[in-house]
C-alpha cells in the first residue's frame, strides 16, 4: 500500500497568514492526489483534485501542487473559516489511502 | 446530495448494513465510494460500485466480510459489513465518485460530495 505522510500534523496561524501543508507519498503517484477539508462533526469536502486542479465552488486562496512524490496544498490568506483538519488522498493505486490529516487552528 | 441511515448498534460477530440515498442528479452515471472514519482517526478507503453495471472493487482487508450494491430504482446505494469487531466502529461515509479508473480494479479517483455519514458502533 502507498503510505501518505502530511506535515506538520498541526499549524496554529493568525488570519491572514500564509499556510502552507506538506503530503509525501511513499512511491510516485504522478499527479493522483486530492486534498479535502473536514470540520468537527462533518464529512469531508473536496478541495483539490489531481494535485492542481481547484474543485468548483471552492474558493481560490486554496490551492495545490506537486507530482510524484512531493504535494503541499496552500491557503493563501487564512480565514477563519479555515480552521479544520486537511487530508490528503492518493488515487494512483489500490486501496486508495489518505495522509494522517494537519488541524489547521487559528490564534 | 447523498443522505445516509442512521447511527447503529451492533454487537460483536453481527452484520450492519449502511444505506446512501441519492438526489439531484443521474445515480447510475457516478460512481459511489466507501470510506469510514475511527473516533478520532483518518480516513480509510473501504471501496467502490458502479450504480451503472455494480460492478465492485473492495480493500483487500474487508474482503469476504462487505457486500456493496446499489438499487437503481431507488437511487440508493448499501453497504453491508458482517462479521462485526470493536475495530469497525467507525463513522461510515458514501461519497459520489469523480473520474474513474480501472488499474488492478475499477474505482473513482476523488470523492464529492460525501453524505452525512453512519455511526456504527460495535459494542457488548
Known amino acids: 500500500d502507498i503510505q501518505m505522510t502530511q506535515s506538520p500534523s498541526s499549524v496554529s496561524a493568525s488570519v491572514g497568514d500564509r499556510v502552507t501543508i506538506t503530503c509525501r507519498a511513499s512511491?510516485?503517484?504522478?499527479?493522483?492526489l486530492a486534498w479535502y477539508q473536514q470540520k468537527p462533526g462533518k464529512a469531508p469536502k473536496l478541495l483539490i483534485y489531481?494535485?492542481?486542479s481547484l474543485q468548483t465552488g471552492v474558493s481560490s486562496r486554496f490551492s495545490g501542487s506537486g507530482s510524484g512524490t512531493d504535494f503541499t496544498l496552500t491557503i493563501s490568506s487564512l480565514q477563519p473559516e479555515d480552521s479544520a483538519t486537511y487530508y490528503c488522498q492518493q488515487a494512483n493505486s489500490l486501496p486508495l489511502t489518505f495522509g494522517g490529516g494537519t488541524k489547521v487552528e487559528i490564534k | 446530495q447523498l443522505i445516509q441511515s442512521g447511527p447503529e448498534v451492533r454487537k460483536p460477530g453481527a452484520s450492519v448494513k449502511v444505506s446512501c440515498k441519492a438526489s439531484g442528479y443521474t445515480f447510475s452515471s457516478f460512481g459511489i465510494t466507501w470510506v469510514r472514519q475511527a473516533p478520532g482517526q483518518g480516513l480509510e478507503w473501504l471501496g467502490w460500485i458502479s450504480p451503472y453495471n455494480n460492478t465492485t472493487t473492495h480493500a483487500q482487508r474487508l474482503q469476504g466480510r462487505v457486500t456493496m450494491t446499489t438499487d437503481t430504482s431507488a437511487s440508493t446505494a448499501s453497504m453491508e459489513l458482517r462479521s462485526l469487531t470493536s475495530d469497525d466502529t467507525a463513522v461510515y461515509y458514501c461519497?459520489?465518485?469523480?473520474?474513474?479508473?480501472?488499474?488492478?480494479?475499477?474505482?473513482?479517483?476523488?470523492?464529492?460530495?460525501w453524505g452525512q455519514g453512519s455511526l456504527v458502533t460495535v459494542s457488548s
Open positions: 489531481a494535485a492542481s
Open positions: 461519497a459520489r465518485g469523480m473520474l474513474m479508473r480501472c488499474s488492478g480494479g475499477c474505482y473513482s479517483l476523488y470523492f464529492d460530495p
Open positions: 512511491q510516485g503517484i504522478s499527479s493522483y
